[in-house]
Nanobody, 120 residues
Framework: QVQLVESGGGLAQAGESLRLSCTAS????????MGWYRQAPGKQRELVAA???????DYANSVKDRFTISRDNVKNTVYLQMNSLKPEDTAVYFC??????????????WGQGTQVTVSS
């Protein structure tokens, strides 16, 4: 009913920047919180950043002052601007959206993930 499509991952060198995008489509009534998570090999998925409908944002300590989350409520899109990338940022990045569908059902949806690899 709802699909999230991510883009913008890839390969970067340490110190460089990447920008991730995630667009939601389908039977969307409204989108509440949106967020980015990441999962490195052998590790649990962790929250990177989250943003409310009113654009109040929270960040993991490891990315504060380097990453910026933003959203376009008209386009149903959330972005993650990643600056000063480090090798430890290497992971698969997933977006998540808390959606209320046309039918009034509230559910969290995940994107398929996009790989970010940072070389030293």
């Amino acid at each position: 009913q709802v699909q999230l499509v991510e883009s913008g991952g890839g390969l970067a060198q340490a110190g460089e920047s990447l920008r991730l995008s995630c667009t939601a489509s389908g039977r969307i009534g409204s989108i509440n919180a949106m967020g980015w998570y990441r999962q490195a090999p052998g590790k649990q998925r962790e929250l990177v950043a989250a943003i409310t409908t009113g654009s109040s944002a929270d960040y993991a300590n490891s990315v504060k002052d380097r990453f910026t989350i933003s959203r376009d409520n008209v386009k149903n899109t959330v972005y993650l601007q990643m600056n000063s990338l480090k090798p430890e940022d290497t992971a698969v990045y997933f977006c998540k959206a808390d959606v209320t569908t046309w039918f009034g059902v509230r559910h969290s949806y995940w994107g398929q993930g996009t790989q970010v690899t940072v070389s030293s």
